[in-house]
């Protein structure tokens, strides 16, 4: 971040100061203990994220306050009055809730630790990393490489896989139930087809029709039986009426034995006699004849009709049966139509399962495939992924960066500083450890950066800060911005100061870069080098 103005109203000493940063060069920040030369850096994170580096609910130095910070082509101003803090950005929004004016300061310029560990390098932060200890070391690396959005991405994909592990459990359950669903339901399928086969019913049309011919026989036969009927009746009346003629021929015959005539009393004579004897004799055989004829017309109708008789019982025999044939074939078919109907409607859940399985197998393999994608992204976002290989990647870069910064800002005379960083420490059971080592070689007798004294750990600290900030510019594509070194001297001899001043004055070639320290002395130190020299005193910048 680019700073170009900061103006400050009772920000701690500070009663009312503006200040003009120049575009590039090295500025001189000089001042006795408390005048407010720290303050300077305060004031933009106070300004712009709403803390300190010494607090993080800092209190203004009275109930009234306000802050203007230009960085970036942006204008942030934040007021503070007896009731409520408000900040302004140049595009008109203002927020009075810190956390919404800081959601909107980190979109425009990122957080503060990270501007904190690009930009501002102090006696109190400087030894941060060094110290650090090996996971926490870690986690700041991470951040200021931005590879701690791989946890979100981590996290989140976790996440996502949780969901579709359990969408696709629920799948493949889904799949299971349609499978066997599907199969049982072909099984009724084949059961339903075979009953189909058990029973095969009557044509009930042709029975139907023998049905009706059999009636249309019995009918005649009824017919037939009625006129033979009558037949038999008139041959029976013809013998009745030979009977009756003979009888009454033989009654004719008995009177004329008697010689007198019963109803008139008259003698009959012989000639009479003969005469009627003739008559009766003709009439006794005509009227045997005649009965001769009746009785075998009579046989022969009695036959007939004894014959016509069993026809029609057999035809109602036939007909009875017929009947119930009609019957049990027409509950036949509708128990077979029944069957007909249950296979459709199998035949139907046959083809809803067929269909609901296939879906189901789209809904599994678009599940799996979700699930395989996560899980490569899962591996490669994991602490063994892509994350481990760029962190690897950034630590020899940092290593190498950093031996550079160190080469420069070394004592001549001292044995040779070789910084060495380890992405995975090992631990006494050979297991590796999620952190970064540090090793300094040739530090402390060859005990480390704890055994070095505190000049020589000044110079590591700068070297390896200087060598964090440029990667960490390089990581979050950030433009070399203003850069503050606060009290970086204090633990360094004259020909650390000089190593570290030059080092400074290169950086300061193509930004500015605030150099603040107590010590006057310096001044004469950085002769030549300087843009400008503030001198602070009591709250006020005096331009040296
Ligand atoms: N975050 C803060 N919270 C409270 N007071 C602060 C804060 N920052 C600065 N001050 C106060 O403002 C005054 C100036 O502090 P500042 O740190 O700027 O001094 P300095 O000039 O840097 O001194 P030194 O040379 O000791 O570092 C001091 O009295 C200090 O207590
Ligand atoms: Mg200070």
């Given at each position: 971040m680019r700073v170009s103005k900061i103006e400050m109203e009772g920000v701690f000493s500070h009663e009312d100061t503006t200040v003009d940063f120049p575009e590039r060069g090295l500025v001189l920040v000089t001042g006795r203990n408390g005048s407010g030369k720290t303050t300077l850096i305060e004031a933009v994170a106070l300004c712009l994220w709403g803390t300190t580096f010494r607090k993080r609910n800092p209190g203004w130095s009275g109930d009234k306050g306000r802050v203007v910070v230009q960085a970036n082509d942006h204008k942030i101003e934040r007021v503070k009055t007896k009731s409520k803090v408000k900040t302004t950005f140049d595009d008109k929004t203002s927020f009075t809730r810190v956390r919404d004016a800081l959601e909107h300061t980190t979109t425009l310029f990122g957080s503060f630790d990270i501007w904190r560990r690009i930009n501002v390098f102090s006696?109190?932060?400087?030894?941060?990393?060094?110290?650090?200890?090996?996971?926490?070391?870690?986690?700041?690396?991470?951040?200021?490489?931005?590879?701690?959005?791989?946890?979100?991405?981590?996290?989140?994909?976790?996440?996502?896989?949780?969901?579709?592990?359990?969408?696709?459990?629920?799948?493949?359950?889904?799949?299971?139930?349609?499978?066997?669903e599907l199969q049982t339901a072909e099984a009724r399928l084949k059961d339903a087809e075979i009953s189909l086969d058990e029973e095969e019913p009557e044509n009930v049309e042709a029975l139907e029709d023998s049905y009706s011919i059999v009636e249309g026989k019995i009918a005649r036969t009824a017919v037939a039986l009625r006129s033979i009927n009558r037949a038999?009746?008139?041959?029976?009346?013809?013998?009745?009426?030979?009977?009756?003629?003979?009888?009454?021929?033989?009654?004719?015959?008995?009177?004329?034995?008697?010689?007198?005539?019963?109803?008139?009393?008259?003698?009959?004579?012989?000639?009479?006699?003969?005469?009627?004897?003739?008559?009766?004799a003709k009439a006794r055989a005509t009227a045997t004849g005649a009965r001769k004829v009746a009785k075998e017309h009579r046989e022969a109708t009695e036959e007939q009709y004894e014959n016509l008789k069993a026809t029609k019982h057999k035809l109602t025999q036939?007909?009875?049966?017929?009947?119930?044939?009609?019957?049990?074939?027409k509950a036949a078919t509708?128990?077979?139509?029944?069957?007909?109907?249950?296979?459709?409607?199998?035949?139907?859940?046959v083809i809803d399962f067929t269909d609901t399985v296939a879906e189901c197998e789209q809904d599994e393999e678009k599940t799996r495939k979700e699930l395989e994608t996560l899980e490569v992204v899962d591996r490669v976002l994991s602490t063994?992924?892509?994350?481990?290989?760029?962190?690897?990647?950034?630590?020899?870069?940092?290593?190498?960066?950093?031996n550079s910064w160190?080469?420069?800002?070394?004592?001549?005379?001292?044995?040779?500083?070789?910084?060495?960083?380890?992405?995975?420490?090992?631990?006494?059971?050979?297991?590796?450890?999620?952190?970064?080592?540090?090793?300094?070689?040739?530090?402390?007798?060859?005990?480390?950066?704890?055994?070095?004294?505190?000049?020589?750990?000044?110079?590591?600290?700068?070297?390896?800060?200087?060598?964090?900030?440029?990667m960490a510019e390089a990581a979050h594509g950030v433009e070399s911005g203003t850069l503050f070194f606060d009290e970086v001297f204090d633990a360094l001899d004259e020909e650390g100061v000089e190593a570290v001043r030059d080092v400074i004055a290169s950086l300061a070639e193509d930004r500015c870069v605030l150099l603040i320290t107590h010590n006057d002395q310096i001044k004469t130190q950085l002769k030549g080098l300087l843009t400008e020299h503030w001198h602070v005193e009591e709250g006020e910048i005096k331009y040296a």
């Open positions: 006696s109190r932060d400087v030894a941060r990393f060094t110290t650090a200890t090996d996971a926490f070391r870690k986690r700041m690396l991470e951040e200021l490489l931005g590879l701690d959005r791989f946890e979100v991405a981590s996290t989140a994909c976790r996440e996502d896989k949780k969901c579709v592990i359990r969408e696709y459990t629920a799948a493949t359950y889904g799949l299971d139930q349609a499978q066997s038999r009746k008139e041959a029976d009346k013809a013998v009745w009426e030979a009977d009756q003629a003979i009888a009454h021929a033989e009654k004719h015959e008995r009177l004329l034995e008697g010689g007198t005539c019963s109803s008139c009393g008259q003698k009959i004579t012989e000639k009479m006699t003969r005469s009627a004897r003739v008559d009766v036939k007909h009875y049966g017929l009947h119930s044939r009609v019957e049990s074939a509708r128990r077979q139509e029944n069957r007909e109907e249950r296979r459709k409607k199998i035949a139907e859940d063994q992924g892509v994350r481990a290989h760029l962190l690897a990647n950034a630590l020899s870069a940092i290593e190498a960066v950093a160190l080469g420069r800002v070394a004592a001549i005379d001292e044995t040779e500083l070789v910084l060495k960083l380890s992405s995975y420490a090992e631990r006494g059971d050979g297991s590796l450890k999620d952190a970064i080592g540090l090793e300094i070689e040739g530090a402390g007798n060859g005990h480390g950066y704890e055994a070095a004294s505190s000049g020589e750990q000044r110079r590591i600290d700068v070297a390896l800060m200087l060598a964090l900030a440029e």
